[in-house]
């Protein structure tokens, strides 16, 4: 095996080919139909030529003799027995066959009127639009001209009839010229005055002699050219009729091949690339048998690809074509037979044309030709050329383990024994390669392949990997299983951002899911009720490397979205630290020890007091004991709590989903602003583990109870809703005696259905108000509604005190029968309870008709869902397309790939989103920085120098190594800066 | 923007001039040094070089694949939204399109939004008297005959009678005394509107088909409704109301209307054109220029993401949308028909829509796909010159030139 230059592709030109080229290019004729003889062989010249490539292993390719897999395949050719139209082509045909002369060729524009039209094209060129307006306004032009500028020619209308044949049409003289003429002499029935036209008068009028306007009226003499001209002005009248003159594909060639190179320039065609003429085709290329794989069937039987049949159509026909027209068959014949090629080679190239039918399998299923390979989401473009796929990929369900970093994933140990690592063996990891090949590829850290010296791969066997293992040596490859703290690329569908893809370091696991860390489902949109997601083993070490320092959890805290981390702390976490942290509870030093015990906190610190002798720890202790020491902050959160944070210690303040929380939490967000990822990533691990720890301390549940209200509030709640009846049942009464006063710019309904929908609104409202203060503060619905862990007020509201009004695109439900939603009331009831009211709450239950108003406006929504994701789907790939080449450059401007500038800074001050707060209008706080200058005491020049320098941010590539290199003492590192 | 500042003398300018900041920024310097009564040079210069440090650490970074980025933040809210078109924003009276359904319409680019609306502010008195700010409504909003009067048809006779309300008349012609002056007026409009010649005695029109004809007569009452006789055609409806004004910190009347006809509202007396918008970005475009119009597109989205309640996402975004919308100095939509359809590579285009017409346009046009863009090379197999892809490292052979001096280091991008 000789090694070869990579060459790499530089451009690709697009053009027309010469029929010529196609035959110089073709491994062979084709002539017959057929493809295999009786023994299973393929016919010479026939659409299964071994010279078109191989398919079938073992057998050897007769053009360039290599083995299936490694020939691509020659092309073929067939020769056409008469030129047929690519319908690809028909509206450029069309518009050529107008724009040009019948007789010389020449584009029917006056040499000034080129020159404008060829500048026209350089300036779309120069500012890269579209070239076929110019060739549009160039044959509307050129159309105008009755007679060529060049020879003078009379040029005639053209006419397309779909898909492929064109008409000239011309003006003749009628057959009824006679009766057209006599019935012009007659006089005028409605002017007295008009006694006609006599023959001496007409011959007059038009300038003939007499004896030849009588010979015209007797019909013996057609008055063509001149004669007709003469006679119709002096009349007044019509005597031509329009005639169609089919033009052949052979006639539009011979038409073409006389258009001039410059012509054609005009009118946005590169002659060097692509002559009119080639448009109709006289020789077929034959796609090579590699693109029209034939399968054989269970039976034995062999199948034909799609193409292969249209091609056999193909040749039937075009042989049928040469038989006739050499057995000097009758015009009519080839005729059909023409237009019957002209069909099967239409189709060939695209089956769906409208106007014509599509060429059928015998099954009846639409043959899949040449452009429908092409087109569409899983046509060769987007389904084969941008979406590849890719071999070392793994993918399964994932579930949780919180024990995991969230930089890690549990990969199970069969995938890591599929996706491989190539390893080059050296004198420093010799002694592990050669582990690794012994332990063979059924054991774990074992190897699949290695590669010796000479470039021949060899698979490692149970059987032979003792043998193989004494023999690597340095300068051969093992391709190692995959083992704890690789990298390796994780993903979820659908890939909306760029979180959705994301570089975790492996830990190998016992069973068969991905595991991974509850604080990354943000980011990725996951849950464990079946979600399943993809795994990609890396295989060069630059795209290992860039996966580490780039693509890493860890680096991807904060989303470009809104400048928020978008990992930290959900649901059950958030209970954890609200309840560890609300009210300040005391734990005793085992109890405190156990807290923190899946931390890497292992000492307490000084105990916040005494307690019958006994010390005790408070819960906004033991949280601030992962905050690094020199934190301050200050914030409000939606609950309304006033949080502050002093030098690292929680003074005051309930932790909730605003402080630590996904989507903008504020300790997590520092963290990972000013001081570092790493901290960040360990700060949202801890309290992960400290919030689980916490909620298990004091054991959190929710069951039908937690949702019941006294009976006494239950009738307040009746009340306020029998209340909102009544007031609704007043509006109706107001409206039905047409005293009600319409909102400006609505109608009298339009204003009752508001004022209803507004009471109803209220009336569940109190009832959430009324519900509300019979909960206690320690209620878990109350606990996770407050603190932002799961559910809002408002599913407490409708679990407790009263569902409320369904809605159906925005108003009360209005639908069903004629004058009423259900038989159940009277036509035109307008009450509360006939639209779609749901009085009940769901501990309480719904009645059967509330029910049934509660799934309509629940399948709206799932309508709605369906609707969107379609919609939004294709929104997301058009922005995407259009901006994906947009670049951030290093002087700050923002271009395509092809240098133009659309933004010279990016987002007006050339700011990243990532790297400032959205919230804040400056992406800077100048005030703090006064401040410090100003007011602070630097104790040293080196502690100035570094606050007004720059910040070095450090590159941590793994978990377990660099500046964190264990938990532990990352801690420690992180907290003293 | 040159404000004065008391503390802040040209040396301290100076200073901070020479720090590359972007102008913001360094009105924020001024600003915070006025608020502390003035600081010594050395001071300045430190306070200005700790902003620039901090300015240049928030920079985003060369290579950055800012436009993927972008458009991966607005398409991804897009999932979160509601289909539900009519919803009631800001004004309860107006239906405005929203959501997604929005959204897409303004990355399509339409030529008219499904429901055009205007925010129309006022100056000086017509913003504080209500009757003054009527007198702008009456002008703008399209008056048709039933809200000036009755319409009854007389069969018998072929007559249609048109009976028009004094004091609609003096309301909605408020700068004419003379009742009788309008009502003329009016009727020639109909007669110029339908061709036909009327009869008027006061405030009663009169007129009928020139030949009888029950036909025609009904067909005259139906194009009598569509006539305008004041105001602006495309405005059917304006609603005033009272709000907040930024500025002044007191109240204003404001205007909205259902219904877009930007050019001819700004020239209406007693509006102020400064403050004055469209949801029409084509509007927009026509009479303010591209760059009110690439403003427009930002405020828009802005708005149909805080509906949503999606607003945290970054205007940055939003920005290079707009900014890509119209970099040819014209509005463009995102799509097949504008930005994707006019991109050079013949690949990148067959890869997105309509492939196998523009692969026959590209031989015929003899075109060639130079590789540059990120779809091509993706589709060819090559590493693309996009983030991490774009930077080279050109090794320079150390014995070849005797030392690594003269290392030509070339980043790949030009």
Known sequence: MSMQTPKEIGAIQFGLMDPETYRDMSATKIITADTYDDDGYPIDMGLMDPRLGVIDPGLECRTCGSHSGSCNGHFGHIELAAPVIHVGFTKLIRRLLRATCRDCGRLSLTPEEQEEFRDGLQRNEELGEDWTNVLKAAVRQARKASRCPHCGAPQHDIKHEKPTTYYEVQDVLAGDYSERIASAMQPDPDNEDDSGVSPSDLAEDSGLDLSRVNDILSGEFRPVGEDRKKLEKALDVDLTEEDMNKLMPSDIRD???????????????????????WMILTVLPVPPVTARPSITLDNGQRSEDDLTHKLVDIIRINQRFMENREAGAPQLIIEDLWELLQYHVTTFVDNEISGTPPARHR??????????RLKGKEGRFRGSLSGKR??????????????LSLNEVGVPERVAREMTQTMNVSERNLDRAQQYVRNGPEGHPGANYVKRPDGRRLKVTEKNCEELAEKIDVGWEVNRHLIDGDIVIFNRQPSLHRMSIMAHEVVVMPYKTFRLNTVVCPPYNADFDGDEMNMHALQTEESRAEARVLMRVQEQLLSPRFGENIIGAIQDHISGTYLLTNGNPEFTETQALDLLRATSIDTLPEPAGEDEGEPYWTGKQLFSELLPDDLNLEFTSSAGDEVVIEDGQLVSGTIDEDAVGAFGGEVVDTLAKVHSKTRARVFVNEVASLAMRAIMHFGFSIGIDDESIPGE??????????????????????????ELESLPGRTVDETLEMKIMQQLGKARDSAGEIAEDHFADDNPAVVMARSGARGSMLNLTQMAGCVGQQAVRGERINRGYEGRTLSHYQPNDLSAEAHGFVENSYRGGLTPREFFFHAMGGREGLVDTAVRTSKSGYLQRRLINALSELEAQYDGTVRDTSGTVVQFEFGEDGTSPVKVSSSEDNPIDVENVADRILDAEFSSEEEKAEFLG???????????????????????????? | MTETYAHVDDDVRAIVEDYNLPESLRHRIYETIEDRGGVDLEQADEIAHAVSSRYEDSRVEAHDPVGTVSAQSIGEPGTQMTMNTFHYAGVAEIDVTQGLPRLIELVDARKTPDTPMMTVHLEDEYAENRERAHEVVWQMEATKILALGDISTNVADMIVQVDLNEETLAERWPTVDDIDTVAQEIAETIEDALGVDTRRSETLI???????????LLQLVEELRDIVFKGLEDISRVVIRKEENEKTDGEEFVLYTEGSAFGDVLSIEGVDATRTTSNNIHEVYRNLGVEAARETIINETMETLREQGLDDVNIRHLMLVADIMTNRGEIESIGRHGISGSKDSVLARAAFEVTVNHLLDAAVHGEEDDLDGVIENVIVGKPVSIGTGDVDLRMGSIEADGGAADVELEPSDD
């Open chain 1, 255 to 277: 038409w073409f091949e006389d258009i001039p190179d410059e012509d054609i320039e005009t009118l946005g065609i590169d002659p060097s690339r692509s002559r009119p003429e």
């Open chain 1, 363 to 372: 099954s009846g299923r639409p043959l899949k030709t040449l452009s429908q």
């Open chain 1, 390 to 403: 890719v071999n070392f990929s793994a993918r399964t369900v994932i579930s949780p383990d919180p024990t």
């Open chain 1, 713 to 738: 509030a239950n009738e307040q709640v009746d009340e306020a809703i029998a209340s909102a009846y009544d007031r609704v049942q007043e509006l109706i009464e107001i409206y039905e005696a047409g």
């Open chain 1, 950 to 977: 720059r910040k070095e941010l450090p590159t941590n590539i793994s978990e377990y190594a660099g500046p964190g290199l264990d938990k532990a003492r990352s801690l420690e590192v992180e907290s003293d800066d």
């Open chain 2, 206 to 216: 009169e007129f009928g088909p020139d030949q009888p004809s029950y036909r025609r």
